[in-house]
């Protein structure tokens, strides 16, 4: 239990004649080569809400999964209500009561809100399914925990908050007492999410315990009773939500001082590297409501244009657009002044587009590749990597070892294959292939999207030593003080339009959650 | 990273090894079922390379096989299933033995005759895989249907052609194109000891070969081809066009499938197309290409097999073994191989991923967990 930065107001849980609702001790899970878990202690006093922080990838998600039977443990004991258990099955979690709400909702999107709630464990009568019952039963449960939400609609006209709801509805059906969220907040926008620790405080006074786990401290600290300390695989301390910061609790999970997104003095010039003007991108649905209408943006070099947005509203679709992955229907797009609108992909990364993209296994890497093959991949018609139709393996390589330095990509060599490395080197490899040769504009799509603290603020000033030598940068972000911390300008896109223009220097998390949902208006928004 | 190169290439040995050893166990035990003596079959089935014919025979068509198999990896390199091989060289083969067999050739020098020929016989290889290249990227027809019915179609197209009204000769009882007349063929060599001379389409396999490799690991072209393979949304957002990626792959694939019949056009003692030239080499080609995993030199090993296996068919007749039992030893191996490879791939990233997390731990024990 050591901890660089003192830890901040060690709590001992108090002890308690009853039991803890569920009481980890010296969990350890090994996976081949590393070490996910060890040593995990953890106590969870029943009828509260526990908060499990700590970075991506420090091990929040592999304990959750052993708690919630997806693997065993190695070495250690789980202890539910003061009796020892081990699971081999999600289904015997579930029997004690245990129920998890993934980040990921895993709902069917053609069946209503109960079907999908039933599902896996129908009620029965007489052989045929119960509908009655069941939604009786559904109907009830939302009233009891404040989880209103119409049991006949169909899931695809929900909004996501409400679509949280049945996710936790379907554990509640279940039996659950003991609720895991995994990120529940991840997907949601600040209006939504306080909507959800409003029914999380209900489901607390009715008697639940919630193990909630994130890595936005904000929230941790005013829904939390108790807050663990993940780093690195182990449990590293406890706070109290009362009485620690943000930045001592940020402190504790790095295990040293922490980055902040932040710009330095203005670049920004007069010269517009990216002009877009009128630009529309038809859905693929023929005959469909366009998926991008009338885009107009300017971005100068110099500066990082920010764009906020509620996940797909248009974000994925504008940057295909300006990088020519999916053709445009209308408008026009300007490079330094040149029509690049119906040039190849090929083409614009050749007039000195980079592109961090937002998959990056997906779309960044080639996983089963080496690291000099990711390198010349995007690039493999330009210098260093090629000249005329020949690879230049020699200089490829040669360049991916300057990036490998430059940029800090913990590797033992770059041969390894990409897929080897951790998802924060793996950007880090990204980042440096992106801004070399040069480029005038760079498209950033989530740039520090599940990487670690160290490679995000790593990425943070590369952008910012970029900008500073004149390049501009569309920055789209999940994460919104990165977008108001390492922009120039914000514009929000709602439904395929960008609205309003921000100063970051004045907005307010709560004023662009209002913009990316609509003013606030979330419900209307999502079922038109 | 020491000693990794050698665990690579023992790595990449062990799943074909050990689905021949696999394959081996299993004839044993069906041989041993239907009272054979394993020892006396895989006895017979080795003495027969002690005459010169057979090891002669078994490079010539390790040869015919590489080449099938060089085209269908084409394809597999970027996950395009041109199982079309078939139809486009036996089109092809035809094709050219029609144009080499022509009067007005008699006039032309040997050399340029020859590179008419080959070059007929790619254009047409191409021009048929490139008729399902074009049906994929304009109309999203999948490959895999599309080729097997232009290999039916091709069946059908040859039969049409191969007739006097059209473009063949009857000579006895025997229908063909009309014979290559001296100066059309290509030389071959003559060993001491044995009927069947040694095929200088040999050489076209080495050479294809040796182009595929440079291609692959050296040029542009290469390299997008593989990227397309490993991650088609990967080149996407790279700028590779994947349309042009697979209409150029189905061309390369189909102009290479043209080539499978030239050492038996050019060398073989007929001299011309007829309905003995020997068929189903394109299926062949997608087992030896798999055996060898699309590698320039492992599909070397592959197609020797192959043919070493086939060659030696005929002698397990002698000890009273039907030689099917090759044909069941093959298909085996393939069935076997698919499913080692894929584990030694998911043993090797787990074993990559742990090194280099060692790698990293040794040089800075901070960051040991994941």
């Not at chain 1, 603020?457 to 920055?475: F, K, P, S, T």
């Not at chain 2, 049906?135 to 019915?149: A, F, N, Q």
């Not at chain 2, 052609?161 to 009857?170: D, K, R, S």
């Not at chain 2, 009309?178 to 050479?207: D, H, R, W």
Request: no cysteine; charged share 20%.
């Amino acid at each position: 239990m050591s901890s660089d930065a003192k830890p901040p107001d060690l709590v001992m849980p108090p002890p308690e004649d009853v039991p803890m609702a569920v009481q980890l001790t010296g969990i350890t899970k090994r996976f081949p080569g590393v070490v996910a878990n060890s040593d995990i202690n953890i106590a969870v006093r029943r009828g509260t809400v526990h908060a499990l922080v700590g970075e991506n990838g420090a091990g929040k998600s592999t304990l959750m999964k052993t708690l919630y039977g997806m693997h065993q443990p190695e070495e250690g004991t789980i202890r539910v209500d003061g009796a020892e258990v081990s699971f081999n099955s999600p289904a015997q979690a579930i029997a004690v009561g245990i129920g998890m709400v993934h980040q990921h909702f895993m709902l069917a999107d053609n069946l209503t809100v109960w079907e999908n709630i039933v599902l896996g464990s129908e009620p029965t009568s007489g052989g045929r399914l119960d509908v009655r019952q069941a939604r009786a039963r559904i109907d009830e449960l939302g009233r009891r925990y404040g989880l209103m939400v119409d049991s006949g609609a169909l899931v695809e006209v929900l909004g996501v908050g409400a679509r949280q709801r049945v996710e936790i509805l379907k554990v509640l059906y279940r039996g659950a007492k003991i609720l895991i969220l995994d990120e529940p907040t991840a997907v949601l926008v600040p209006q939504e999410v306080d909507e959800l620790f409003g029914n999380l405080r209900e489901l607390k006074a009715e008697g639940l315990t919630i193990i909630f786990i994130s890595h936005k401290l904000d929230e941790v600290r005013s829904i939390a009773d108790d807050i663990t300390v993940i780093r690195r695989g182990t449990t590293v301390g406890t706070a109290d939500p009362r009485s620690v910061t943000n930045r001592q609790l940020a402190e504790m999970m790095v295990g040293s001082a922490l980055p902040v997104p932040e710009l330095r003095e203005s670049t920004v010039t007069e010269r517009v590297v990216l002009q877009l003007a009128g630009v529309s991108v038809a859905g693929s649905v023929v005959g469909g409501r366009d998926v991008l209408s009338d885009i107009g943006l300017a971005i100068h070099a110099g500066e990082v244009l920010g764009i906020a947005g509620v996940e797909g509203n248009g974000q994925a679709e504008l940057v295909d657009a300006i990088m020519g992955i999916r053709p445009i229907a209308g408008g026009s797009i300007e490079l330094a002044g040149k029509d690049i609108g119906h040039l190849s992909t090929s083409a614009r990364r050749e007039s000195g587009v980079g592109f961090i993209p937002e998959d990056r296994q997906r779309q960044g890497l080639i996983l089963e590749g080496s690291l000099w093959e990711n390198r010349i991949l995007g690039h493999q018609t330009r210098r260093p990597s090629a000249r005329g139709f020949l690879l230049d393996r020699a200089a490829a390589k040669a360049d991916t070892q300057r990036i490998v330095e430059t940029f800090d990509v913990r590797t033992p060599g770059i041969e390894v294959t990409a897929a080897s490395l951790s998802g924060g080197n793996q950007q880090k490899l990204i980042v440096g292939r992106e801004m070399s040769e040069d480029p005038v504009l760079l498209i950033a799509s989530h740039p520090t999207r599940g990487v670690d603290v160290g490679a995000q603020a790593a990425i943070w000033e590369h952008l910012r030593m970029a900008r500073a030598v004149g390049l501009a940068v569309l920055l789209i972000s999940a994460d919104l003080e990165e977008l108001i911390g390492m922009s120039d300008r914000l514009t929000v896109i709602l439904r395929g339009r960008l609205t309003g223009a921000y100063d970051p220097r004045t907005v307010t998390t709560e004023q662009l959650g209002a913009a990316m949902t609509g003013a606030g208006d979330e419900h209307v928004g999502e079922v038109a | 990273m020491t000693g990794s190169r050698g665990r690579r290439i023992l790595l990449g040995a062990a799943a074909p090894v050990g689905a021949l050893v696999f394959s081996l166990l299993i004839t044993s035990l069906l041989l041993i079922a239907t009272g054979h003596s394993p020892f006396e079959a895989f006895g017979a089935m080795a003495s027969a390379f002690e005459r010169v014919r057979v090891i002669l025979g078994t490079i010539n068509q390790t040869a015919v096989f590489y080449l099938s198999a060089v085209a269908v990896a084409i394809g597999f390199k970027m996950n395009l299933f041109n199982i079309g091989v078939d139809g486009q060289y036996r089109l092809a083969a035809m094709m050219s033995a029609v144009v080499a067999g022509a009067a007005f050739m008699d006039s032309l020098p040997s050399f340029l005759r020859i590179a008419i020929t080959l070059l007929v016989a790619m254009v047409v290889g191409a021009s048929w895989a490139g008729v399902a290249a074009l049906l994929k990227v304009t109309r999203g027809v999948s490959e895999v249907i599309s080729t097997i019915m232009l290999n039916a179609i091709a069946t059908f197209l040859i039969a049409y052609l191969l007739t006097p009204q059209m473009l063949a000769v009857l000579e006895g009882n025997n229908i063909s194109t009309p014979k290559i007349t001296e100066g059309g063929q290509l030389p071959v060599f003559q060993f001491e000891g044995s009927t069947t001379p040694l095929y200088s389409g040999v050489f076209l396999a080495v050479i294809v070969g040796v182009i595929y490799a440079l291609v692959l690991s050296r040029t542009v072209f290469g390299f997008s081809l593989k990227a397309t393979g490993m991650s088609e949304t990967a080149a996407i957002a790279s700028g590779i066009s994947v349309k042009k990626m697979i209409v150029s792959a189905m061309l390369l694939s189909g102009a290479v499938a043209g080539l499978v019949g030239m050492p038996e056009l050019l060398n073989g003692s007929a001299a011309s197309y007829s309905l003995n030239f020997p068929t189903g080499i394109g299926f062949t080609g997608i087992a030896i290409a798999l055996l060898g995993r699309n590698h320039p030199v492992g599909m070397i090993f592959s197609a020797l097999l192959w043919a070493a296996l086939d060659s030696s068919a005929n002698a397990l007749q002698g000890v009273g073994v039907p030689r099917e039992l090759v044909t069941i030893m093959q298909g085996v191996i393939v069935l076997s191989v698919v499913v080692a490879y894929e584990f030694v791939r998911r043993y090797r990233l787990v074993l990559e991923a742990r090194d280099v997390a060692r790698a990293l731990a040794a040089r800075n024990p901070q960051e040991a967990t994941l």
